[in-house]
């Protein structure tokens, strides 16, 4: 049994993920630290050597091999654009949707270069949510509305849904 949990940058996605580890007893598996260490690079420099396109098919490739056993997997945010790595994902895991208002996410999320946030030339933050908030939706197996919750309200919550579901 596994849970993966998908959403927007800064959307707690690794905070949640190691917290929940914790609480159930799994493993804490960060994807993009996965990403680095195999391409022994920072998401930011994988970005601008290999473009957009050659992130997202690296991104792809490493979530699509995760292997793993009572495990929260915390992928990147752009996760969600490989199909192999989602189907992959939904295979091995319930997948669970962190879902942040575009005002909570303006709030939190600092520099999308400096975070190494997969985004294309041009496209504004409005835009990316617009583009990506879909996709979460339709991949998610749980929506976990995180709107006017503190983290440990989150981490319950799931714990709570997962464990009535096994």
């Known amino acids: 049994m596994n849970i993966t949990l998908i959403g927007m940058p800064a959307s707690g ?16 598996i960060d994807t993009d630290l996965l990403i680095q260490t195999e391409e022994k690079r920072l998401l930011k420099e994988i970005i601008q ?11 792809n490739k490493v979530n699509a091999s995760v292997e793993a056993e009572n495990a929260i997997i915390a992928p990147g945010g752009s996760v969600i654009y490989g199909k192999e790595a989602m189907e992959h994902l939904k ?8 879902k942040i208002s575009y005002v909570q996410l303006e709030k939190r999320l600092g520099n999308l270069v400096e975070r190494g946030v997969a985004v294309k030339e041009g496209m504004t933050l409005l835009d990316l949510y617009e583009e ?21 309200s989150i981490v319950d919550e799931i714990r709570t849904i997962i464990e009535n579901r096994m």
């Open 91 to 98: 295979a091995v895991s319930t997948i669970v949707y962190l």
């Open 132 to 152: 990506r908030v879909p996709l979460y939706e339709t991949y998610a197996d749980i929506v976990i509305d995180e709107q006017e919750k503190d983290i440990g």
């Open 13 to 28: 996605k690794s905070t949640i993920g190691v917290l929940l580890a914790k609480r159930l007893g799994y493993q804490f």
């Open 49 to 59: 050597e290999e473009g957009l396109d050659g992130f997202l098919k690296i991104e």
